[in-house]
C-alpha cells in the first residue's frame, strides 16, 4: 500500500498505448459498456412495465423522437456537446489518478467567464471567437487548477476540494450573474446576450460546437498515447513513484491535468453558452458536469469512447420529453436508466460473469493447441 | 525441549494466478523448538507461515495445531488457538499508544469499555517479565524501529501466544540487536513456546535452530540440523547448487572521479535526520559498495543522490556539474543510470509493456520524441534490441511488465538504465528478490558497466553481495559512512561490527585482540 | 452474501417505493385527461391493476391522432423546470387548463421540461401534432413562446406569467400583478398583527414575480399600520425553491423575534415556512400564516391551521379563461392581466373581524380600479 | 496549535453572543435557534461520513442516502398515519441505502468515490420518479422542552426547547465521541480506518466492520432524512435535501473527524446563516447572500490549504482492503 501517491483509479485500462498494449482489454473496453446499458434498460423496462406502459413501446418512442428526424440528430448533438466535453475532463483526471468531481462548478465557471467575454466585448469574429472560447478555458482551468495545486503541493484530495469548488462556483455566478454581469432594464438573472461575433454557428443541423467536441476528443484520444506529455499523464496515473523516479515532475504534471480537465470542462461550458444559450442563466447549465462522471465511467476512462457515450446520454434525455409526451412515463426514468449503467458499469458482477464466459471460451481454444 | 507436537502442517498448497506459492509443504513443530524456515526472497516461507495464522487459505493439505485439524478462517482464529506472528513489516497503528497496539483485537473490557488503566498495567508487566522496555502511553509513531518491533512481539505475548511466528525479525536490526533478539527468542522457547523463525540469514540459524527446513521455489527441499549443516550446505540447498561466494572480476583501474560529495545530509520522511554529512566519491571503472543494516540512511542517500529526495551538501558534482537542488530528471541528463531498490513500486510501470518501460525515463529524449511526439518506431527498435541483449524471457516487448517474473523486470530496468552508457550507475538491492541465474547475469553486467567506464554505487542489504562485486565498501551506519575499505582487506566480521555501529578504531583493537 | 442482500435491499427499496406510488391514487388529483395515448390502450389489460384514472372531464376527446380535425380541439401544456404536481403555478396552470378542456371536451396533455434547452422541443412536440392551443407555464419560456408562436401563426400560445413585449395575436402573456396580491395580503397582516411585527419568508429576490409579492407586502403592511414592523427575507438564488427547512427554520425565527403573521412565499420553501407556523400551540389563534399563488389551504393541508389567506394569482381562472377564449376564437393577444386577490379565509374566517375583511375588500377593490397604488417599482 | 486557534476562535464567538444577549435577548436567543436547527441535519449527516471514513470508507453519498430516507420517511408517515412508522421508513431506508453503498465500496471493493456517485444519481433518479403530491404527515413532531433547563437564560430556549430529532442529533455525537475513543468499537473502527493491515492481523475482520459500520452510518443518514422531512420540514420535495450532503463532509472535516468537533464546526456555519440572514431582516447591510452561503466551503478549503497536514483523515480512507 503506498501511502503518499495519488489515489488509484482501477478502471480497467491496461497500456494506453493500443499498438504497444495487449489485446486483452478489448472485452472490458466494449463488452462490459454495451452489457451495463442493455441490464440498465432491462431494468428501467421493469418500471415502465409498472407504470402500465409497454417498456418496448417507450423505448420505441424515445430512440424514434431522438433518432427519428433532423431536429432529433441536432438535440442529440446539442445535448451531446457539453457531455462530450465534462466526460473527456474526467477521463483526463482518471488518467493521471485524479477524480475530478468538480466539472460542474468549471464549467458553470466557464459559462459565465464565455458569456461575459461575449457580452462585453465588440470585435471581429475572427478574434471574438476565439477569444471567448479561451478566456471560458481559462475559467475552467484556473478553478480546477486550485483543486490541482492543493492536491500536489498540500497533498489535500481533489475530490474533497472538488466538491467545495462546485458549491462555491454555484454560488459565485448565481451572484455574478444577478449583480454585476446581469442584464439590465429586465427583472431575470441572466446575463446580456453575447454578440453575434462570438456565437457559435450551426452548419444545417450540425452545431459547430459538437464538429469541435469531436475533434477535442480525438486529440485526446491521440494526445495521451502519443505525445510525451500524454504519457507523463498516463504514468503519473499508474505508478506516481515510478515516475518521479523517472524524472517526472508529479507534480507539475497534476497541476497540468487538473488545469487541463478544467479546461475541458470550461470548453464545454463556453461552447454551450455561444453555440446554444447565447448568454449565461442559471438553470440552463444544470447536471451537465455531473453526466461527465457518468460518461468518463462509461466510457472507461477512454476519450475517444466518450463520444459514443455521450451521445447515448445525448439521446436518454433527448427523448425523456418525448417519451412522457407519448406514454406519460415521467421523464425522471432517464435518471433512473443512467444511475443503473453506472452501477452496472462499475460494479464487478457484469464483468465478472463477461469473463467467465470469456475464461471458459479461451480454455476451450486453449485445447486446440 | 518437549516432545509435544504442537503444529503439524501436511501437503499444504497454496496457488496464486500465474505461481505457485507452496507445494505440498509438510512440516511439524514441537513445543518449546526453534524451527528456521530458511529460504531465499520468494521461496514460500511468508506464504506457508501466513496460511498458519490464517491470513491465506490453503487450497489443498492440512493444518493441525494441538493435534486439532482446523481450517482457520482468519486470524483471529488462529490467535485463539496460540499462534501469534511477527510480521515482517510491523502491523502497528502509528497513532495509536503502545498499549492500545497491544491490546487492539483482545482488549480487556467492562461491557463495551476498554478498560485503559488496566491495560497499561498488563502491558507493562508483560513487558517487564519478558525483559522488554517499552512505554505503554508512548505513540507507536515516534518510537525507533527496534521499539516497535519489541510491541510487535509483546501483541503476540500478549494474546498468549505458544506457537510464534517470526517473519525476518533480523532484517531491520543491527548485529548487535538481532543477537540480543535471537536470545530473547531461546528464553521463549525454554519457556515451552514453540518458535518458527523465518529468515535468509545462515548465521542466525545455525545459532540458535533446533531444526531447519529449507524452502525453494515453494517446495520443503530439506530438513536438517545446526549440528548436520554448516553454511555452505545450507546455502546449497537454498539455492540448489552452489553459490559462487565471490563474483569473478578483473582488478580495478579507477580514473577520474564521477561522482564527488562533500557533507551531503537529508531527513526521513518523518523528517528526522537520516544522512548525516556524508562524504563520497566514485571514480570511473570502479564499484563502490554501501554496506549497512536496512534503515541506517542507505535509501535516503541513493534517493538524495538521484534527486529524488531534498538535501543540503557542501559539494555534491556528477562529472564536474553541480548537482546541488538538481530534480530527478536534471540529475538523468548528467548520465547517472539508477536502479531503485523497489523496482515494482519504483522502478516499473507494471501496466505498461516492456517497451515503454525500456524507456521510462528517456522517452522525451530526442531519440525517442519530436516536437513532443513520441517516435514508437524508435522505443520498439530499443526494447528488441534490449530484450535481447539482456536476455528478457518474455513473450513480446509488448507485454506489460506485471506478468514478468521478478528476475526478468529487474533485467528490464538494468536494460534500461545501462542502455543510455551512464557515466554514473546507482543500483540499489539489484538482486532483492531474484533467482540464482537472473543474480548471476545482473551482477556480470554490472561489473562489465564498470569496466566499460562506468562508475558504480552500489547499495546492498547482502554483504556477500558488497563483498563481492565492490572494489571499495564503505559501511553505513546512523546516517554516516562509518569506514572505508578496500574490498581485498575488507573482513566480514569486521564489517558486521562496524555496520553494528563499532568505530574503526574499535573494530582494529578487537581484531587485535 | 452481500449480493443476496443487495437483492433483497433494492427489492424491499423497490416495493416501499411502488407503494408510495400507488398511494396517491386517492390523492388530489392532477392526472385526469393526459390519460390515454395510443400506447397505454396497447396495455389497457396489462395495466388493470393500475393507476384508475379520474375522469373529471366529459366527452374528451380520446387522443391526438387527429387534432387538425376542426371536431377534435387539442391542448397542450408545457412546465418550466417544475412539475404539474408542484402545489404552485405549474398545477394552478395546469388545473386552469383542465379546467377549460373539461368544459369544450378538449384532449389535454403536458410535458415537463427537465432542460431549458428543451422548451422549443417540448412546444414543438404539439405543433407537430398540430394542437389547438399550447399553454406554456413559466417566465423562464416566454422567449421560447415567443418564437414558437411567430413560427406557428394558427396555434395559439397561453404564456402563464409571461409579460410579451412583443403582441402577437396568437400569443398572450397571462401576467399578474404580483405587488397587488401581495400588498393585499400585506394590509390585511398589517390590520390583523397583535404584536405589531410581521414576517415574510420567500423565495429568491432574483425572480421578479417573488420579488413583488414581497415588496407589494411590505408595502402593505405599512399602508395598513405604519407602526409595524415588518422583516422580509429571500432565499438565495440556488435552490430558492427546494429548500421547506430553511423556510421552516426562518418562519420559526421570525415568530420568536414577535412576528406573529408570516407570509411564506417561494414554492417548497415557502411552504416549509407555512408548515412550520401550523405546528405552533397558538397556530390559528393569535399566529397566522399566508400562502401564496393558489389557495394553498388546498395544496398545504398541514398549513390549514394558520392559514389566513393565500396572496391568489387566479392562475386556475387565468389560464382556463384564456383557453377559452381561444376556443371561442376570442383570444386576446398581447398581455392579460390575470386577476389577483385573497384567497378565502376558510379555517380562519371567524378570526378575522369583520371590519378587518371590508377594510381589505375596500383595498383589493381600490387596487383593481387604480385608485389604490402598490408603490412597487417593476 | 489548530487547538489554539480553534479555541480562540470559539471563546471569541461566545463572548460576541453574551454580549449580543445583553442587548437583544429575543433576537439572540432566535439567531441560535435558528443556527441550531440549521446545524442538526449538518451534524448527523456529518456523524455518517465521520463513522463511514474512520472505517477507511470516504462516502461522498451522504446526499443521497439523506434524499431516499427523506423521501421514505415522509412517505412512510403519511401512508400509514404515523410518525414513528414513518422514522422507521426512513431509518430502514438509510440502512438499506448504507448497506448497499457498503455492497459496493466495501464487499466489491469498487472505487468509493463511484460507488457514492452511484448512490446520489440513483437517490435523485428514484425519489423524483416515485414522488407523488398531495401527501400529509399525520401530525407534526412535538416539541418537547426539558423542564427547569428550558427556564435557563439564553440556552434554556435555545437547547432545551426544541423537537426530539434535535435532543436525538445531540446525543448521536456525544455516543459517538464516547463510543469513538473510549470503548472496543471505536479503537477497532479507528485501527481499521488508520491500518486495516494491522486490524487484520490483530484479529478483527477488517471488511465485516467496514461493511457493518457504512451500513450503520446509512441508519444514521436515515434519522438525518427523515428529520428533514419529518421534523424540520414537515414536507418532501425533489431535491429537498439542496446539498446538505456534501456540506456535511465540510463539517467533518473541519471539526477534524471528530464528533464533537464536527458538531461545534456545525454550529458555526449554522451561525453564519443565522446571522446572515438576521442582517438581511434587519436590512442592516448587504451581503449577497451568496457569500454567506460559500461561507463553510471557502473556509474548508482554506483550513484544508492552511493546516494541511496537521487535519488528517484517517490513512487508510479511500483504499478498498486487499490482503497484501
Same mark, same amino acid.
Given at each position: ?150 492536491? /500536489?503541493?498540500?497533498? +489535500?484530495?481533489?475530490? %474533497?476540494?472538488?466538491? #467545495?469548488?462546485? *458549491?462555491? $462556483?454555484? &454560488? ?73 523516479? /523517472?524524472?517526472?515532475? +508529479?507534480?507539475?504534471? %497534476?497541476?497540468?491535468? #487538473?488545469?487541463? *480537465?478544467? $479546461?475541458? &470542462? ?92 470469456? &475464461? ?10 | ?513 | ?378 | ?324
Amino acid at each position: 500500500m503506498s501511502s503518499d501517491g495519488p489515489a488509484q483509479t482501477d478502471l480497467g485500462f491496461t497500456d494506453p498505448n493500443p499498438t504497444l498494449g495487449p489485446k486483452y482489454g478489448v472485452v472490458k473496453a466494449f463488452a462490459i459498456p454495451i452489457v451495463s446499458v442493455l441490464l440498465a434498460f432491462a431494468v428501467g423496462g421493469i418500471l415502465i412495465y409498472f407504470q402500465g406502459v409497454n417498456p418496448f413501446t417507450a423505448y420505441r418512442v424515445l430512440f424514434e423522437s431522438a433518432l427519428g428526424d433532423s431536429d432529433g440528430y441536432l438535440r442529440v448533438m446539442q445535448k451531446s456537446t457539453p457531455l462530450i466535453f465534462t466526460g473527456l475532463a474526467v477521463v483526463v483526471g482518471l488518467r493521471v489518478g485524479l477524480f475530478n468531481i468538480g466539472a460542474q462548478g468549471q464549467l458553470i465557471v466557464a459559462a459565465i467567464g464565455a458569456a461575459w467575454a461575449g457580452y462585453h466585448f465588440d470585435l471581429p469574429a475572427v478574434v471574438h471567437l476565439p477569444f471567448a472560447l479561451g478566456f471560458g478555458m481559462l475559467c475552467g482551468a484556473a478553478w480546477a487548477s486550485i483543486a490541482g495545486v492543493l492536491r /500536489a503541493y498540500r497533498n +489535500v484530495s481533489e475530490v %474533497i476540494t472538488t466538491i #467545495m469548488l462546485n *458549491s462555491i $462556483a454555484i &454560488a459565485l455566478v448565481d451572484y455574478l450573474a444577478s449583480r454585476p454581469f446581469k442584464e439590465p432594464d429586465q427583472p431575470l438573472s441572466r446575463t446580456p446576450l453575447i454578440s453575434d461575433s462570438a456565437a457559435l454557428a450551426t452548419f444545417g443541423v450540425i452545431p459547430s460546437g459538437f464538429v469541435i467536441a469531436l475533434i477535442v476528443s480525438l486529440f485526446f484520444g491521440w494526445f495521451l498515447i502519443r505525445t510525451t506529455e500524454g504519457f507523463r499523464f498516463n504514468t503519473v496515473g499508474l505508478n506516481p513513484n515510478a515516475a518521479r523516479y /523517472a524524472g517526472i515532475s +508529479v507534480k507539475r504534471t %497534476i497541476v497540468l491535468a #487538473m488545469a487541463v *480537465s478544467g $479546461a475541458l &470542462a470550461g470548453m464545454g461550458g463556453a461552447v454551450e453558452t455561444m453555440g446554444v444559450v447565447g448568454r449565461f442563466e442559471p438553470a440552463f447549465n444544470a447536471g451537465l458536469g455531473f453526466d461527465g462522471i457518468t460518461i468518463a465511467l462509461l466510457a472507461r476512462a477512454n476519450p475517444i469512447a466518450t463520444i459514443p457515450a455521450a451521445i447515448l446520454v445525448g439521446i436518454l434525455r433527448t427523448g425523456a420529453n418525448s417519451l412522457q409526451f407519448e406514454t406519460g412515463i415521467e421523464p425522471e426514468v432517464v435518471d433512473v436508466i443512467l444511475a443503473l449503467t453506472l452501477l452496472f458499469v462499475a460494479a464487478p458482477i457484469v464483468s465478472r460473469y463477461i469473463f467467465r464466459i470469456n &475464461a471458459k471460451r479461451k480454455s476451450k481454444s486453449k485445447g486446440r493447441s | 525441549m518437549d516432545d509435544e507436537l504442537v503444529l503439524e502442517v501436511t501437503g499444504l498448497t497454496k496457488r496464486f494466478p500465474g505461481v505457485v506459492a507452496n507445494e505440498d509443504v509438510s512440516l511439524t513443530v514441537h513445543k518449546g523448538e526453534i524451527v528456521a524456515l530458511l529460504g531465499e526472497n520468494g521461496a514460500g516461507k511468508s506464504t506457508l507461515v501466513k496460511m498458519i495464522y490464517g491470513l491465506y487459505r490453503p487450497d489443498e493439505g492440512e493444518i493441525r495445531i494441538k493435534g486439532e485439524t482446523v481450517r482457520l478462517s482468519g486470524p483471529r482464529e488462529a490467535i485463539r488457538r496460540g499462534v501469534g506472528m511477527v510480521h515482517q513489516h510491523f502491523q502497528l497503528v502509528p497513532v495509536f499508544t503502545v498499549a492500545e497496539n497491544v491490546i487492539l483485537g483482545n482488549e480487556p473490557r467492562k461491557l463495551s469499555f476498554i478498560e485503559k488503566r488496566k491495560a497499561i498495567k498488563e502491558v507493562t508487566a508483560l513487558a517487564e517479565k519478558n525483559g522488554m522496555a517499552v512505554d505503554p502511553k508512548a505513540l507507536v509513531r515516534d518510537l525507533p524501529v527496534g521499539a516497535q518491533q519489541r510491541v510487535e512481539i509483546l501483541k503476540a505475548l500478549y494474546r498468549r501466544a505458544d506457537i510464534l511466528i517470526m517473519d525476518e525479525p533480523t532484517a531491520v536490526l543491527t548485529p548487535q540487536e538481532t543477537d540480543e533478539l535471537l536470545k530473547t527468542m531461546k528464553g521463549f522457547a525454554a519457556n515451552g513456546v514453540a518458535v518458527i523463525f523465518i529468515t535468509h540469514k545462515l548465521r542466525e540459524v545455525l545459532a540458535i535452530a533446533d531444526k531447519i527446513e529449507v524452502l525453494r521455489s515453494g517446495k520443503v527441499v530439506g530438513t536438517t540440523t545446526p549440528a548436520e549443516a554448516d553454511q555452505a550446505k545450507l546455502a546449497q540447498m537454498m539455492v540448489g547448487r552452489s553459490v559462487l561466494l565471490s563474483v569473478e572480476k578483473s582488478t580495478s583501474s579507477p580514473k577520474e572521479i564521477v561522482l564527488d560529495v562533500v557533507g551531503l545530509s537529508s531527513d526521513s520522511d518523518i523528517g528526522l535526520p537520516a544522512v548525516r554529512e556524508v562524504n563520497l566519491t566514485v571514480r570511473s571503472g570502479e564499484i563502490v559498495g554501501i554496506a549497512g543494516v536496512e534503515g541506517n540512511g542507505q535509501r535516503e542517500l541513493v534517493e538524495a543522490l538521484t534527486g529524488i529526495r531534498k538535501s543540503t551538501a557542501t559539494k555534491f558534482a556528477i562529472n564536474d556539474e553541480n548537482a546541488i537542488g538538481a530534480d530527478p530528471h536534471e540529475i538523468h541528463s548528467m548520465h547517472v543510470g539508477h536502479v531503485p531498490e523497489d523496482r515494482e513500486k519504483d522502478g516499473l510501470v507494471g501496466q505498461y509493456s516492456i517497451a515503454n518501460n525500456m524507456v521510462l525515463n528517456r522517452f522525451d529524449e530526442p531519440e525517442f520524441s519530436r516536437r513532443g511526439i513520441r517516435n514508437m518506431d524508435a522505443v520498439n527498435g530499443l526494447a528488441t534490441k534490449l530484450v535481447k541483449e539482456f536476455d528478457v524471457r518474455t513473450p513480446s516487448i509488448k507485454t506489460p511488465a506485471n506478468s514478468l517474473s521478478g528476475g526478468n523486470k529487474q533485467k528490464v530496468v538494468i536494460a534500461r538504465e545501462l542502455s543510455a552508457n551512464p557515466s554514473l550507475l546507482i543500483a540499489s538491492q539489484p538482486t532483492r528478490g531474484v533467482d540464482v541465474g537472473s543474480i548471476e547475469f545482473i551482477h556480470s553486467q554490472i561489473i562489465s558497466a564498470r569496466d566499460n567506464g562506468a562508475a558504480v554505487l552500489l547499495v546492498s542489504a547482502e554483504l556477500d553481495e558488497v563483498l563481492g562485486l565492490s572494489d571499495r565498501i564503505l559501511v553505513m551506519y546512523d546516517g554516516e559512512i562509518v569506514a572505508e575499505l578496500e574490498s581485498a582487506d575488507a573482513d566480514r566480521a569486521e564489517i558486521g561490527r562496524l555496520m553494528a555501529g563499532g568505530h574503526a578504531v574499535m573494530a582494529e583493537e578487537s581484531s587485535h585482540g | 452474501m452481500h449480493r443476496k442482500l443487495l437483492v433483497a435491499g433494492l427489492a424491499v427499496a423497490a416495493l416501499v417505493l411502488a407503494g408510495c406510488s400507488s398511494s396517491d391514487d386517492t390523492a388530489t388529483d392532477t392526472t385526469s385527461a393526459e390519460a390515454t395515448t395510443e400506447a397505454a390502450e396497447e396495455t389497457t389489460e396489462e395495466a388493470a391493476e393500475e393507476e384508475v384514472t379520474e375522469e373529471s372531464a366529459p366527452a374528451v376527446t380520446m387522443d391526438d391522432s387527429n387534432c387538425a380535425a376542426p371536431e377534435n380541439y387539442c391542448v397542450g401544456l408545457v412546465t418550466d423546470l417544475g412539475k404539474v404536481d408542484d402545489k404552485s403555478f405549474n398545477q394552478a396552470a395546469f388545473e386552469g387548463a383542465q379546467l377549460a378542456a373539461g368544459e369544450i371536451g378538449a384532449f389535454l396533455k403536458y410535458v415537463e421540461s427537465t432542460d431549458p434547452k428543451d422548451y422549443m422541443a417540448n412546444i414543438g412536440q404539439f405543433v407537430a401534432k398540430e394542437y389547438d392551443t399550447i399553454v406554456t407555464v413559466g417566465f423562464l419560456m416566454a422567449e421560447a413562446s415567443a418564437a414558437a408562436a411567430a413560427e406557428n401563426p394558427n396555434i395559439n400560445f397561453v404564456g402563464v406569467d409571461q409579460f410579451q413585449g412583443e403582441t402577437l395575436p396568437n400569443l398572450t402573456g397571462l401576467i399578474f400583478a404580483e405587488d397587488q396580491a401581495g400588498y393585499a395580503a400585506g394590509y390585511l397582516a398589517g390590520l390583523m398583527t397583535e404584536t405589531n411585527k410581521v414576517g415574510a419568508v420567500l423565495g429568491t429576490d432574483t425572480v421578479p414575480p417573488v420579488l413583488y409579492f414581497g415588496e407589494g407586502y411590505r408595502n402593505g403592511v405599512m399602508a395598513a399600520n405604519p407602526e409595524a414592523e415588518v422583516t422580509v427575507v429571500y432565499h438565495e438564488p440556488a435552490n430558492a425553491f427546494t429548500d421547506p427547512e430553511w423556510g421552516a427554520a426562518e418562519a420559526k425565527k421570525q415568530v420568536t423575534q414577535g412576528a406573529d403573521i408570516v407570509f411564506g412565499a417561494g414554492g417548497g420553501t415557502g411552504n416549509g415556512a407555512l408548515i412550520e407556523i401550523a405546528k405552533s400551540p397558538e397556530s390559528g389563534k393569535s399566529v397566522f400564516c399566508i400562502g401564496v399563488d393558489i389557495d394553498q389551504y388546498n395544496t398545504v393541508p398541514q398549513a390549514q391551521s394558520c392559514l389566513l389567506t393565500s396572496a391568489e394569482k387566479k392562475l386556475v381562472a387565468g389560464t382556463s379563461a384564456l383557453v377559452l377564449a381561444s376556443f371561442d376564437g376570442t383570444f386576446p393577444g398581447g398581455n392579460f392581466v390575470g386577476a389577483t386577490g385573497l384567497a378565502p379565509y376558510h379555517d380562519t374566517e371567524d378570526a378575522v373581524p369583520a371590519e378587518v375583511k371590508t377594510e381589505v375588500e375596500g383595498v383589493i377593490a381600490g387596487l383593481l380600479d387604480g385608485s389604490l397604488e402598490t408603490g412597487v417599482v417593476k | 496549535m489548530r487547538a489554539r486557534w480553534a479555541w480562540t476562535i470559539t471563546v471569541i464567538i461566545l463572548v460576541g453572543i453574551m454580549f449580543s444577549y445583553t442587548q437583544d435577548e429575543l433576537r439572540t436567543t432566535s439567531v441560535l435557534s435558528f443556527s441550531l436547527r440549521y446545524a442538526i441535519p449538518l451534524i448527523i449527516a456529518a456523524m455518517v461520513g465521520l463513522v463511514c471514513e474512520r472505517s477507511g470508507v470516504i462516502n461522498i453519498g451522504i446526499e443521497g442516502q439523506l434524499l431516499m430516507s427523506a423521501f421514505a420517511g415522509f412517505f412512510g408517515a403519511a401512508a400509514t398515519g404515523s410518525l414513528i412508522i414513518g422514522t422507521l421508513f426512513g431509518i430502514g431506508t438509510g440502512l438499506i441505502m448504507g448497506a448497499v453503498f457498503a455492497t459496493g465500496a466495501v464487499a466489491w471493493k469498487m472505487d468509493q468515490i463511484i460507488s457514492g456517485t452511484i448512490i446520489n444519481i440513483i437517490a435523485t433518479g428514484l425519489t423524483s420518479f416515485f414522488y407523488a403530491q398531495g401527501q400529509v404527515l399525520p401530525a407534526s413532531t412535538p416539541v418537547v422542552a426539558i423542564p427547569y433547563l428550558k427556564d435557563l437564560p439564553l440556552v434554556g430556549p435555545v437547547l432545551f426547547n426544541n423537537g426530539l430529532f434535535t435532543y436525538a442529533a445531540i446525543i448521536i455525537v456525544i455516543f459517538l465521541q464516547i463510543m469513538l475513543f473510549l470503548t472496543i468499537w471505536g479503537l477497532r473502527t479507528r485501527a481499521v480506518g488508520e491500518n486495516p493491515s494491522a486490524a487484520d492481523t490483530s484479529g478483527i475482520n477488517v471488511q465485516r466492520t467496514r461493511f457493518i459500520n457504512v451500513t450503520l452510518a446509512g441508519g444514521l443518514a436515515g434519522v438525518a432524512g427523515a428529520y428533514l422531512s419529518l421534523e424540520a420540514a414537515g414536507t418532501f420535495e425533489r431535491g429537498f435535501t439542496a446539498g446538505r450532503g456534501f456540506t456535511a463532509l465540510a463539517i467533518m472535516i473541519f471539526g477534524a473527524w471528530n464528533p464533537v468537533g464536527a458538531f461545534a464546526a456545525a454550529l458555526f456555519f449554522g451561525l453564519t446563516q443565522g446571522v446572515a440572514s438576521q442582517l438581511q431582516a434587519d436590512e442592516v447591510v448587504d451581503i449577497p447572500p451568496q457569500f454567506i452561503n460559500m461561507l463553510p466551503y471557502v473556509l474548508t478549503i482554506v483550513l484544508l490549504a492552511v493546516v494541511a497536514g496537521r487535519v488528517r483523515p484517517p490513512a487508510a480512507v479511500g483504499k478498498p482492503y486487499e490482503k497484501d
